[in-house]
């Protein structure tokens, strides 16, 4: 193998191993068994208002149905409010609820610190040379 092969080799491992790590690790101090996917969900609708599922499955790179599913139990739970689209009955669109950005801004506060202490430890400015890299390599998955 090259070394080209074995450093992209190793790039890959450890993103999968730190996505698989930090996962476990949000997943045993969100609020209230929140999943790590429902607070993607809250903290996206919390930046961005209103948007439709399908909206919502592509920015989250789901299928529609995996993401009725995920809405389904953040409406169930009060976390968001799913209404018809009044200029296209096909339509629906959600939106975060009250609730919601309570729980989204406890599972935050239940998040940052283990975060701030990732960050510290590693160096402000490391984490800030790594995140171009990290944005381009995204940017390049979710062109590719």
Known sequence: MSDASNLAISL???LLTADQLLRSRLSKIL????E???F????HLARG???TPAQLARAFHLTRGAMTNTLGKLEMAGHVHIRPD???A????VSISPAGKAARDAALAAITPLITEMVGELGDDRVRAALPVLRELRVRLEEG
């Open 31 to 34: 609020p209230n068994r929140m």
């Open 12 to 14: 890959v491992s450890e």
């Open 86 to 88: 009044w200029d296209d």
């Open 36 to 38: 790590i996917s429902h």
């Open 40 to 43: 993607s969900v809250l903290n």
């Open 90 to 93: 096909r339509r629906k669109l």
């Open 49 to 51: 208002g209103e948007r």
